[in-house]
């Protein structure tokens, strides 16, 4: 490609895109996405000592947290087999108190699901059918995250950053590593940083200051066709005295029945007419 003007370029690119994607916004999105591609990142820094520092900063700061509470939004992308993106949007709260105690809510337009963690209960209650499941796993919230991927194929929100040390997790297998600069998360100047892993791409979003805590945290899957992402943003970010009293005992108020967990519906974040395929 010749060496264009930033000005030209982007005029020369809109026309191109506006004949076979029409006018307005839609034309010049792609044109801007082209302009990203094909400028490689041109004036963003890239230095990985300051990002890995950046990110390593988080997470000693989640680590010391022994309560910590947090309000979240996340969308969920799907791709259709005829290649067309979805996102299915949900939002809920988290509270976490160390070593061995946690409450999620979830709720969606087709779910709206608690759990409990005790330190030896899960409880997991869809609110939307009054059905709950409950199962013995004694041990840290660590712990449960393990068993709820493994056993269950369920997940917590933000699980990732809810372990002792995210770092190690994050870290793992990270292949490259990009400081993109600062950006505004619901009004809160971030650190913003890029990495790469075989399997996935992530960017996270950290607040700057003394409270570097996760704003933003989004996931791209490379073993899919289409890229779908999974997009966490975090609000209501509260620590120590801050965080309110909860009960992590699950008690059923509302008589709701009691499943197996294997049989429990109305819970996933796929509604039951979306049926998933094959990774590419």
Request: hydrophobic share 40%.
């Amino acid at each position: 490609m010749r060496n264009l003007g930033l000005r030209r370029y982007k005029k020369q690119m809109a026309r191109k895109l506006s004949k076979s994607s029409g006018r307005g916004m839609f034309a010049t999105a792609l044109a801007l996405s082209m302009i990203v591609v094909a400028g490689a990142f041109a004036g963003v820094r890239a230095d990985e000592a300051d990002a890995k520092r950046l990110l390593k900063n988080m997470s000693e700061y989640l680590s010391a947290q022994e309560v910590l509470s947090f309000g979240y939004d996340t969308t969920l992308g799907v791709v259709t087999t005829d290649g067309q993106k979805l996102e299915l949007a949900s939002s809920g709260t988290v509270t976490l108190n160390r070593p061995d105690k946690i409450r999620a809510t979830r709720s969606g337009g087709f779910a709206n699901v608690e759990m409990y963690f005790d330190g030896k209960t899960l409880t997991v209650m869809g609110k939307n059918l009054n059905i709950y499941a409950q199962t013995d796993v004694p041990g840290t919230v660590e712990h449960l995250v393990d068993e709820l991927r493994v056993k269950y194929n369920m997940s917590l929100p933000a699980a990732d950053l809810l372990l002792p040390d995210p770092y190690d997790e994050l870290m793992l297998d990270v292949v490259d590593v990009k400081d993109l600069g600062s950006g505004v998360i619901g009004g809160v100047e971030c650190d913003s940083l890029a990495f790469r892993k075989k399997e996935v791409d992530y960017q996270i979003w950290i607040a700057q200051g003394e409270r570097p805590y996760p704003c933003r945290f989004v996931i791209t899957s490379k073993l899919l066709a289409g890229g779908p992402q999974y997009t966490i943003q975090t609000r209501d970010w509260k620590t120590g005295d801050e965080v309110a009293a909860v009960d992590f005992r699950f008690k059923n108020t509302t008589k709701a029945r009691k499943v197996e967990l294997k049989d429990l519906e109305g819970t996933d974040e796929l509604p039951e007419h979306f049926v998933t395929g094959e990774s590419q």
